[in-house]
């Protein structure tokens, strides 16, 4: 995966941007609030169609623009994935709508062509890695479900579909749920009875137990490149496990068994679909009493969850600053290989501002990691940061009040 050109046009502070890429390393350096992790920003954009600074996709369109009634910002990608050449562009359009108001409407054109971002992620393959990603580690359950669906809406096909599917099915179960927990009168006068759960049950099993399988597999395959990576950067002192916590687990547990460990190596590898399918229908059936009353659904991949384990240890509870921070460094890292091995591609790696973050040691390993194959873009405040021979081997481009100006060598 090389991206040959970029770009942009009122994204962020970015007003005007339009740059060749070389395949080599770019450092991007400024000082702070300048830009430069509004490029790393786009380019990820065109590989996940949102962005990980915000979820609403208006913040990104730029300030003075987004105060005119009609406001586009425009992304555009040419880049080659194997030996095709092809041209990506997202536009974020924010529209007149009734009295003074303004909708946002996205728009994804794939070789020129409009597509559903469904069915184009994936086809522009990035990883980004900055430091507020420690919430992926410290933050809540669904930092870290936004993280897998992420990194598998890139690399497994029909992952975005199925996921977006399911929160559809989930959405109307929960609304039904809810009629039906506020009494029967009141749900019959919405048009709701429980026979109806059927319907959503069996579409939420549909696609939820594909996503979980995806997650199973995905899980596993990252856990072996996070593990080895982790060994290294840890100088062989220090074991990191992955461990998926389904809402609800496939993998049947003997009668009257206490829940396990933390710590306790789990496979679920041996699972096929139809197993986790019939599961799921199962205990759907067994506990709706129980949804009903609360008047949500309780299982499924909208409640999973993932624990990060160091030395039999949870680094979110019990894990310094430096093991989140070498923990989200080897996640990241493997991320790349995995997606590699994934797609056959290596996805262009952004990094913000990661060298400060890290020792001296620790810069070293991540250069090593950075391959001459590989295309990545680093943010920095401080070149010295990086070995001369680097910097001598690299493009490097200044960014200042939104301007992204290349030296000459």
Avoid: C
């Avoid at 409009?114 to 430091?131: C, E, L, M, S, T």
């Avoid at 890139?154 to 599917?165: F, I």
């Avoid at 074991?239 to 547990?253: G, M, N, S």
Wanted: charged share 25%.
């Amino acid at each position: 995966m090389h991206l040959k050109h970029l770009s942009l046009t009122n994204f962020r502070s970015l007003t005007r941007l339009d740059v060749e890429l070389p395949r080599r390393a770019v450092l991007l350096v400024g000082s702070n609030a300048q830009g430069k992790t509004s490029v790393l920003e786009a380019i990820y954009f065109l590989a996940a169609f949102t962005s990980f600074q915000t979820h609403a996709d208006r913040q990104i369109v730029n300030f003075h623009e987004a105060k005119n009634p009609l406001a586009v910002t425009r992304l555009v990608a040419d880049y080659q994935r194997g030996k095709m050449k092809h041209r990506l562009e997202a536009r974020l359009i924010l529209e007149p709508t009734g009295v003074n108001g303004q909708r946002l409407r996205k728009e994804i054109l794939l070789e020129g062509v409009k597509r559903h971002a469904n069915d184009v992620i994936g086809h522009f393959n990035a990883v980004i890695f900055v430091p507020q990603m420690s919430q992926i580690i410290e933050g809540g359950p669904d930092e870290r479900r936004r993280y897998l669906n992420l990194a598998l809406a890139q690399a497994v096909p029909s992952y975005a579909r199925a996921l977006s599917e399911y929160s559809q099915a989930l959405t109307q179960r929960n609304a039904l749920l809810k009629a039906l927990s506020e009494g029967p009168a009141l749900s019959l006068s919405k048009g709701g009875n429980s026979d109806q759960l059927q319907v959503w049950d069996e579409a939420l099993v549909k696609f939820g137990a594909q996503i979980i399988l995806w997650r199973i597999q995905a899980i596993q395959e990252i856990e072996r490149l996070a593990s080895r990576i982790h060994h290294e950067l840890t100088r062989g002192t220090e074991i990191l496990r992955l461990a998926y916590e389904p809402a609800f687990d496939p993998l049947v547990k003997p009668e009257k068994q206490l829940g396990l460990k933390l710590d306790t190596a789990i496979d679920r590898s041996s699972i096929e679909l139809n197993e986790i399918q019939d599961g799921f229908l199962a205990r759907l059936k067994q506990i709706r009493s129980e949804e009903i009353a609360r008047g949500v659904t309780t299982i499924g991949p909208h409640r999973d969850d993932l624990r990060f384990i160091i030395n039999k240890a949870d680094v979110s509870d019990y894990g310094s600053r430096g093991q989140i921070r070498t923990t989200l460094l080897a996640l990241k890292l493997a991320e790349v290989e995995w997606m590699k091995e994934r797609t056959g591609e290596y996805p262009v790696i952004l990094l913000d501002e990661v060298m400060a973050e890290l020792d001296t040691n620790r810069r070293a390993d991540l250069l090593k990691y950075v391959g001459e194959d590989q295309q990545v873009l680093f943010t920095t405040t401080d070149l010295t940061l990086f070995a001369p021979e680097f910097v001598d081997g690299a493009e490097v481009w200044d960014v200042k009040g939104g301007v992204v100006t290349p030296r000459s060598k």
